[in-house]
C-alpha cells in the first residue's frame, strides 16, 4: 500500500535551515506529482510547495518563495523539502502529500520548530 514517511524535522533557531525528506513506497513515484502542506498549532493545513513528476515544475506558496526549494529524486522514491531562513511562525508540522488514482495519501509528519 501507499506509505508517506516523513523525517528531518527538529529544532533550528531562527534564520537557520532544514532539510526534509519523504520517502514514499507502494506506488511508480516517477509518475506522481509530490507536494508538502504544513500545519500549525490552532491553523487549517496549507500548501508549501508543489513538484511534478519528473521534477521540471515547481510551485510555492508566495511567503515560500526564494527560501524554500523543493525537489524529488525518483530514483530514491523521495521527495524533499530545502528550508532556509526559518521564522519563528513557520513552526508547524509538515507533511508530504501524494494523490494516487484519486485517492490523497499524508505523511504522519515532522515537526519543525523555529525557535530561539
Known amino acids: 500500500q501507499v506509505q508517506l514517511v516523513e523525517s528531518g524535522g527538529g529544532l533550528v533557531q531562527p534564520g537557520g535551515s532544514l532539510r526534509l525528506s519523504c520517502a514514499a513506497s507502494?506506488?511508480?513515484?516517477?509518475?506522481?506529482?509530490m507536494s508538502w502542506y504544513r500545519q500549525a498549532l490552532g491553523k487549517e493545513r496549507e500548501l508549501v510547495a508543489v513538484i511534478s513528476s519528473a521534477g521540471g515544475s515547481k510551485n510555492y506558496a508566495d511567503s515560500m518563495k526564494g527560501r524554500f526549494t523543493i525537489s524529488k529524486d525518483n530514483a530514491k522514491n523521495t521527495v524533499y523539502l530545502q528550508m532556509n531562513s526559518l521564522k519563528p511562525e513557520e513552526t508547524a508540522v509538515y507533511y508530504c502529500?501524494?494523490?494516487?488514482?484519486?485517492?490523497?495519501?499524508w505523511g504522519q509528519g515532522t515537526q519543525v520548530t523555529v525557535s530561539s
Open positions: 502529500r501524494a494523490v494516487v488514482a484519486n485517492r490523497e495519501y
Open positions: 507502494g506506488f511508480t513515484f516517477s509518475m506522481y506529482a
